[in-house]
């Protein structure tokens, strides 16, 4: 069974860089789409971007402008930046895999999720 | 955007009853390439990541009892739980991947009456 463990910093100061990593253990990161997912205290869930194994990616536009993500193949990571962060961008932080081979799917695998916190 | 509606926002369900609960997406999610409906359906408990129920609209995910289906076609959906368990306690989403922006519905609470 795929797991996915996100990992960064739980506080970050106003105005400066957000940065998670997420792991992928017992299988490749090859031939899925890689996603970051996010959900504020007692709210919904909103999607931030996903990425593909080659490095294309897509993000969500309402983010577009602070947001970079990427992966590393050779440790079977991925990772989020998000850059002049708010209180607004304080959230439980999720990576999520698709469940289709090279295609859009439904996100089958997720991580246990990171809270971070935006704090002057 | 494609935007996800949910409803309703929340229901309350005595043991052993049906809970329903119906998505709305702004624009179809079907494929007709392919014949598929993008839309999925997650259970959300507290302190925990999403859980993937229902994908294709209507294809149960591997362990998911079978009280649990999914059903509509285009931008209408509904998830039902047949006969609702105290474990089915939950927040639940509908989330299309038709195209991106990624859209989930604003979710909807399932508690026991």
């Known amino acids: 069974q795929v797991r996915l463990q996100e990992s960064g910093p739980g506080l970050v100061k106003t105005s400066e860089t957000l940065s998670l990593t997420c792991s992928v253990s017992?299988?490749?990161?090859?031939?899925?789409?890689w996603s970051w997912i996010r959900q504020p205290p007692g709210k919904g869930l909103e999607w931030i971007g996903n990425i593909y194994y080659s490095g294309s990616t897509n993000y969500n536009p309402s983010l577009k402008s602070r947001v970079t993500i990427s992966v590393d193949r050779s440790k079977n990571q991925f990772s989020l930046k998000l850059t002049s962060v708010t209180a607004a961008d304080t959230a439980v932080y999720y990576c999520?895999?698709?469940?289709?081979?090279?295609?859009?799917?439904?996100?089958?695998?997720w991580g246990q999720g990171t809270v971070v916190t935006v704090s002057s | 955007d494609v935007v996800m509606t949910q409803s309703p926002d929340s229901l309350a369900v005595s043991l052993g009853e049906r809970a329903t609960i119906n998505c709305k997406s702004s624009q179809s999610v079907f494929y007709g390439s392919n014949n598929k409906n993008y839309l999925a359906w997650y259970q959300q408990k507290p302190g925990q990541p999403p859980k993937l129920l229902i994908y294709w609209a209507s294809t149960r995910e591997s362990g998911v009892p079978d009280r649990f289906s999914g059903s509509g076609s285009g931008t209408d959906f509904t998830l039902t739980i047949s006969s609702l368990q105290a474990e089915d306690v939950a927040v639940y989403y509908c989330q299309q991947y038709y195209t991106t922006p990624r859209t989930f519905g604003q979710g909807t609470k399932v508690e026991i009456e």
């Open positions: 017992t299988a490749s990161i090859r031939s899925y789409y």
């Open positions: 999520a895999k698709d469940r289709e081979v090279a295609s859009s799917g439904a996100f089958d695998i």
